[in-house]
């Protein structure tokens, strides 16, 4: 069946690059988007940017200076890095499928804490 | 970016009652409105796709309505596992766009 599941780092200082990784099972991620939402207390859920099947990227403007999201298909894996993170930044970030019918599927969640 | 106002902020209701929350957007996204139930901890639940179909293995309970640029969910005979944070989500354009959330609580 169709599983994502984000892992990261948890605790962030400020200024630092975040990087999260999504691993995904049940489908191939050259057929897929792959969707990237964080939920922050400040913004609620916010989307931040997706990698298209074919491997091209688009971002929110919100976070495309600081955004680059990319994947390694031998892996099933999609990874996020943003970087000079700030204390907003805290938050729950999720991976979810898809275009056509998108956010059916999401993972966890993984939870990203922004202090020194 | 389409901004999606989401209304109310919390509603507290009865087991056994009917609620409705509404979206509207601010600008034309046809039916590409989707809802999402949250409970703590969770990962959003797809409820309801294109505006008034009912994803897989939801509750007849709910449905989902379009009235021009207002978009709704109602729940008939409310349940305890119905008490959660829902959020409507556009995706006729990039970006996709978030209600702020509705939190349904036992009055």
């Known amino acids: 069946q169709v599983q994502l599941k984000e892992t990261g780092p948890g605790l962030v200082q400020p200024t630092q690059t975040l990087s999260i990784t999504c691993t995904v099972s049940?489908?191939?991620?050259?057929?897929?988007?792959m969707q990237w939402v964080r939920q922050t207390p400040g913004k609620g859920l916010e989307w931040m940017g997706f990698?298209?099947?074919?491997?091209?990227?688009e971002y929110n403007s919100e976070f495309k200076s600081r955004l680059s999201i990319s994947r390694d298909t031998s892996k099933n894996q999609v990874f996020l890095k943003m970087n000079s993170l700030k204390t907003e930044d805290t938050g729950v970030y999720y991976c979810?499928?898809?275009?056509?019918?998108?956010?059916?599927?999401w993972g966890q969640g993984t939870l990203v804490t922004v202090s020194s | 970016d389409i901004q999606m106002t989401q209304s109310p902020s919390s509603l507290p209701a009865s087991l056994g009652d009917r609620v409705t929350i509404t979206c509207r957007a601010s600008?034309?996204?046809?039916?590409?409105l989707r809802w999402f139930q949250q409970k703590p901890g969770k990962s959003p639940r797809l409820m309801i796709y294109?505006?008034?179909n009912l994803a897989a293995g939801v509750p007849s309970r709910f449905s989902g309505s379009r009235s021009g640029s207002d978009y709704s969910l109602t729940i008939n005979s409310l349940e305890s596992e119905d008490m959660a944070i829902y959020y409507c989500l556009q995706h006729n354009e990039y970006p996709p766009t978030f209600g702020s959330g509705t939190k349904l609580e036992i009055k």
């Open positions: 294109g505006a008034t």
């Open positions: 049940g489908f191939s991620l050259t057929s897929y988007y």
């Open positions: 600008q034309d996204i046809g039916n590409y």
């Open positions: 990698i298209r099947s074919g491997g091209s990227t």
């Open positions: 979810a499928r898809g275009h056509n019918n998108p956010f059916a599927y």
